[in-house]
C-alpha cells in the first residue's frame, strides 16, 4: 500500500492544520497594519555597495507567521524598542521624503503588550489586556 503524501499535504493545508517552518516572506506597502507577537530581527548584509545594509523583522501573526524588511532608520528609532515576546501593532502610514531623492517609510508602532505584561485570552481564544 503507498502513501499519497502530495494528498496528505494538500489536506493538512486545506484543513488548516499545516504549519509552515519558514515565515512567509513580504513587502510592507501602504496602509498595511502588521499585527502580532515580535520574534526578533536579523541585520542582512549587502554585498553590493550601492544597497544599504537592512534589517528583517519576524512577526508571529494570527494566521501565518511573516517577514518584512525595515529601513537602517526605523530599525535604530521605533524598531530598536521592541521586545522579543511583546504584541505591536505596525502601521506603515506614509512614504516620507528625506531630501536628495531619498525616502523612508513611516512606520507607527502600537504597543499592545510587553514581555512580563499579563494578556488573558478570552473564551474565544483572543487575547485580551489584563
Known amino acids: 500500500m503507498s502513501v499519497d503524501y502530495d494528498k496528505l499535504?494538500?489536506?493538512?493545508?486545506?484543513?488548516?492544520k499545516a504549519r509552515?517552518?519558514?515565515?512567509?516572506?513580504?513587502?510592507?506597502?501602504?496602509?498595511?497594519?502588521i499585527a502580532g507577537?515580535?520574534?526578533g530581527r536579523e541585520l542582512i548584509t549587502s554585498k553590493n555597495s550601492k544597497m544599504p545594509d537592512f534589517f528583517v523583522y519576524t512577526f508571529e501573526r494570527t494566521e501565518e507567521t511573516v517577514r518584512f524588511p525595515v529601513s537602517g532608520a526605523f530599525d535604530k528609532g521605533q524598531g530598536s524598542q521592541l521586545k522579543e515576546?511583546?504584541?505591536?501593532?505596525l502601521e506603515y502610514r506614509e512614504k516620507m521624503d528625506?531630501?536628495?531623492?531619498?525616502?523612508?517609510?513611516?512606520?507607527?508602532?502600537?504597543?499592545?503588550?510587553?514581555?512580563?505584561?499579563?494578556?488573558?485570552?478570552?473564551?474565544?481564544?483572543?487575547?485580551?489586556?489584563?
Open 37 to 39: 507577537k515580535f520574534l
Open 9 to 16: 499535504v494538500a489536506d493538512a493545508v486545506a484543513s488548516g
Open 85 to 89: 515576546g511583546g504584541i505591536y501593532g
Open 20 to 33: 509552515h517552518m519558514a515565515p512567509k516572506q513580504i513587502k510592507l506597502v501602504l496602509g498595511d497594519r
Open 98 to 130: 528625506i531630501g536628495g531623492g531619498k525616502t523612508f517609510k513611516d512606520i507607527d508602532v502600537i504597543v499592545v503588550s510587553e514581555p512580563g505584561e499579563d494578556i488573558e485570552e478570552d473564551e474565544d481564544g483572543e487575547e485580551n489586556e489584563g
